[in-house]
């Protein structure tokens, strides 16, 4: 079976501007690994890699998805069904697209709470040609009807459809081309397993390292046509909490500043000026991230304290905390959690410009 690209073939981020309801009901900061609706519609997909190559980093997801589009090319089949995990704004959406690109297909990209009736995922699936990619971000939020059509979708490139209702009510099996689908999640957990079983390749992404948030800023800048030093870059990757998505808006804000001080290259000092300016502090940190900690500290002695106690002392709302602030604050040992509720950390102490408690939490929770 050969695959090709249409000749009809949309602009791949069509479908992810007007398909994606991708907005959480919290608000988007500067530093949330969210999309903002802005940056989904205008400005991510210039500044997207659009091949294998210019995907920086995830080296080990990289060279699995190199052989299995090598070995799917070979077969003239379509790709083994691929299930991305980790923290948003690492990479899952555009390497989907990538992998279309690769492959020469079309992808299409929705997510979960976009296929809420039965009718959105057959509409979906009807409409593919072979080989193509459907793309399903936040794939742990399907519902149960939407997950069973999608069971012989994906595989026996078959739909099962039930027709009238009641005593009289048929089944009939419409034959789908075969496609890829590539689904997105922050909790793999949270996958039933039935439908995690279903997908050939599973990865996950890691947050970025320094050295290569530094090339994303880089690479990013170029297409933006700012001038920027390296130093500049390092000190932009830094505070970008290992997301490309929040290095690419950290520099955008940054050169806004630098363009409005008649700056022509964006530096060092500048860059901290400017993040400075935006309470993004040397180590990636907010202001309400530093007041949960300091709320920590000062109210709950350094803790154990459970998210109720941060959320109502703090102000803010007890799932932004968890969702957006603590993955940060956890993965980069600010924050442990022990079975008792949350702890700070030496690390935090120092940071903040406290002097660190004597001792500190043995029992730290797996992640
Ligand atoms: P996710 O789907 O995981 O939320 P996206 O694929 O939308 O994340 O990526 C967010 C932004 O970060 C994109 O606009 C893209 O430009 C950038 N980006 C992500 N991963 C990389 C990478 N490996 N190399 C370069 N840029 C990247």
Redesign the pocket.
């Known amino acids: 079976m050969a695959i090709k690209r249409s000749s009809d073939s949309p602009d791949p981020d069509r479908a992810y501007k007007t398909n994606r309801s991708k907005q959480s009901s919290y608000e988007v900061t500067l530093l949330s690994p969210q ?1 903002n609706t802005q940056e989904t519609e205008n400005n ?1 997909a210039k ?3 659009q091949k294998l190559a210019d ?4 080296k080990k997801l990289k060279g699995i998805l190199n052989m299995a589009i090598a070995a799917a090319k070979d077969r003239a089949d379509p790709l083994d069904h691929l299930l991305l995990y980790g923290p ?8 989907s697209l990538i992998l279309a690109a690769e492959m020469g297909v079309d992808c299409k990209i929705t997510s979960a709470p976009a296929l809420e009736r039965p009718r959105d995922i057959t509409g979906l699936l009807v409409s593919l040609k072979p080989g193509d990619i459907i793309f399903i ?1 936040e794939i742990h939020r399907l519902n149960r009807m939407t997950e069973e059509l999608l069971y012989p979708a994906m595989e026996d490139f078959r739909l099962d459809v039930t027709i009238g209702k009641g005593q009289t009510a048929k089944t009939r099996s419409i034959p789908l081309p075969p496609f890829t689908l590539v689904g ?1 999640t922050t909790k793999a957990g949270a996958l039933s397993s039935p439908l995690r079983d279903r997908f050939g390749i599973i990865q996950r ?1 890691r947050f970025y390292e320094l050295d290569e948030l530094t090339l ?1 800023v880089k ?1 990013t800048a170029e297409i933006l046509q700012a001038s920027i030093t390296e130093a500049g870059a390092i000190e932009i990757a830094r505070r970008s909490r290992g997301t ?2 929040i290095a ?1 808006r950290l520099l955008r804000r940054v050169r806004d500043y630098v363009q409005v001080e008649k700056v022509a290259t964006i530096t060092e000092e500048l860059a901290a000026i400017a993040m400075n300016l935006f309470d993004v502090d040397a180590q990636g940190l907010d202001w309400t991230d530093r007041l949960v900690l300091n709320t920590i500290i000062k109210q709950f002695n350094g803790g154990p304290v459970g998210l109720e106690a941060i959320a109502a002392a703090t102000g803010e709302d007890g799932k932004t905390i968890e969702e957006v602030y603590e993955p940060y604050l956890l993965q980069n040992g600010y924050l442990s959690r022990t079975h008792r509720g949350r702890t700070v950390t030496a690390k935090t102490y120092r940071h903040l410009g406290y002097q660190p408690q004597e001792s500190e939490p043995q029992q730290t929770e797996l992640l």
């Open positions: 999309a991510e500044i997207r890699p995907y920086i980093g995830q948003p704004g690492l990479g899952k959406t555009t390497m971000d997105a992404l994303i690479r490309p998505r690419n």
